[in-house]
T-cell receptor
Framework: AQKITQTQPGMFVQEKEAVTLDCTYD???????LFWYKQPSSGEMIFLIY??????QNATEGRYSLNFQKARKSANLVISASQLGDSAMYFC??????????FGAGTRLTVKP | SAVISQKPSRDICQRGTSLTIQCQVD?????MFWYRQQPGQSLTLIAT?????????ESGFVIDKFPISRPNLTFSTLTVSNMSPEDSSIYLC???????????????FGPGTRLTVL
């Protein structure tokens, strides 16, 4: 069964608007970490944000925030004030106590001018 | 975080040849990882490389096809052997930066090696 599900193959957003990229996960492990990565067309994987399963507050890093809903097992990435440079693939990932990093299928975000 | 470099950044190779990809980290790390990303796909873990021991390969990947070296705590190589067009992918190395307990270590990635096999 899929551990990480990203249901949006592609998303469009107007420049300067906010966008939410969905991610749901499946685990019975009480200790886990959730991660978001950005992959521009150059191919590098850029770490954006991290949320721990025990964290009480949603993680934020600049224009990125993670909407963590533990009971629903969702960890959506919110990008505020979108910029043209935000156009990329975005991957959600989870790490459980076995320490393997599991990636979702990714969402391609296109920011329109 | 960590600064990770990979060489080459891209290459075009002929079928049946081999390519060795290098990964260099700016700090000592225990675990290094090698991933493959086929066109339009997500990342798939090839193997985990710890210094001083044999690499641990994931299901579907074998040492004869993807030999890995890990001579010290800052360097690793991945060789793609006897290449075929199906090996055309981005190959990425990554390292763990400890977060405090299992499940919280963040992986940082190198810039990737874009391989095309003709």
């Amino acid at each position: 069964a899929q551990k990480i599900t990203q249901t949006q193959p592609g998303m469009f957003v107007q420049e300067k608007e906010a966008v939410t990229l969905d991610c749901t996960y499946d685990t019975s492990d009480p200790s886990y970490g959730l991660f978001w990565y950005k992959q521009p067309s150059s191919g590098e994987m850029i770490f954006l944000i991290y949320q721990g399963s025990y964290d009480q507050q949603n993680a934020t890093e600049g224009r990125y925030s993670l909407n963590f809903q533990k009971a629903r097992k969702s960890a959506n990435l919110v990008i505020s004030a979108s910029q043209l440079g935000d156009s990329a693939m975005y991957f959600c990932a989870m790490r459980e106590s076995d320490n393997d990093m599991r990636f979702g299928a990714g969402t391609r975000l296109t920011v329109k001018p | 975080s960590a600064v990770i470099s990979q060489k080459p950044s891209r290459d075009i190779c002929q079928r049946g040849t081999s390519l060795t990809i290098q990964c260099q980290v700016d700090s000592q790390v225990t675990m290094m990882f090698w991933y493959r990303q086929q066109p339009g796909q997500s990342l798939t873990l090839i193997a985990t490389a710890n210094q001083g021991s044999e690499a641990t390969y994931e299901s579907g990947f074998v040492i004869d096809k993807f030999p890995i070296s890990r001579p010290n705590l800052t360097f690793s190589t991945l060789t793609v052997s006897n290449m075929s067009p199906e090996d055309s992918s981005i190959y990425l190395c990554s390292v763990d930066i400890a977060g405090g307990w299992y499940g919280t270590d963040t992986q940082y990635f190198g810039p990737g090696t874009r391989l095309t096999v003709l």
